[in-house]
């Protein structure tokens, strides 16, 4: 196994899995569900539907280029998961295949930057960007990265 999943990265995981707590983990499980296949299959049509259909075109093709390179480099990385190569980590949701780049963090990001982008309002940035820190704070939290 390579020294980043051995090292210093398993600390930071077990850190954080150190200061898990109830609350912690209801929110990661929301925000692991806000950041699934599931959730983009309902917002991608919503927005496209019933905020504007020329964004919702746009954003659903950065969509899949942005999943479509997100797999390309997991295939190419093949870096395993936390709990995969240590039984220390205990994950909260259950994820399979390779774990790096996320799909949760990466998705968001595409997602709700073009978002904040499309509404250029300071507050929507602001919004979107503690979103984004706390998805990708909770999937360390959740041991699955």
Request: glycine residues 6%; contains cysteine; charged residues 15%.
């Amino acid at each position: 196994m390579a020294d980043l999943e051995l090292n210093w990265a398993l600390d930071v995981i077990l850190w954080f899995q150190a200061w898990r707590v109830p609350i912690a983990e209801a929110l990661g499980t929301v925000l692991h569900y806000l950041g699934s296949e599931d959730f983009y299959l309902i917002i991608l049509p919503f927005i496209y539907w019933c905020v504007d259909a020329a964004f919702g075109r746009r954003l659903a093709v950065l969509f899949m280029l942005s999943s479509w390179n997100n797999s390309w480099f997991k295939a190419w990385f093949k870096r395993p998961r936390p709990f995969m190569v240590s039984d220390r980590v205990h994950p909260v949701v259950m994820e399979t295949g390779y774990g790096l780049p996320s799909g949760h963090s990466q998705g968001t990001t595409t997602l709700w930057g073009a978002v904040a982008l499309q509404a250029r309002k300071r507050w929507v940035t602001i919004a979107v960007a503690v979103y984004i820190v706390l998805m990708i704070l909770s999937r360390m939290s959740l041991g699955v990265h």
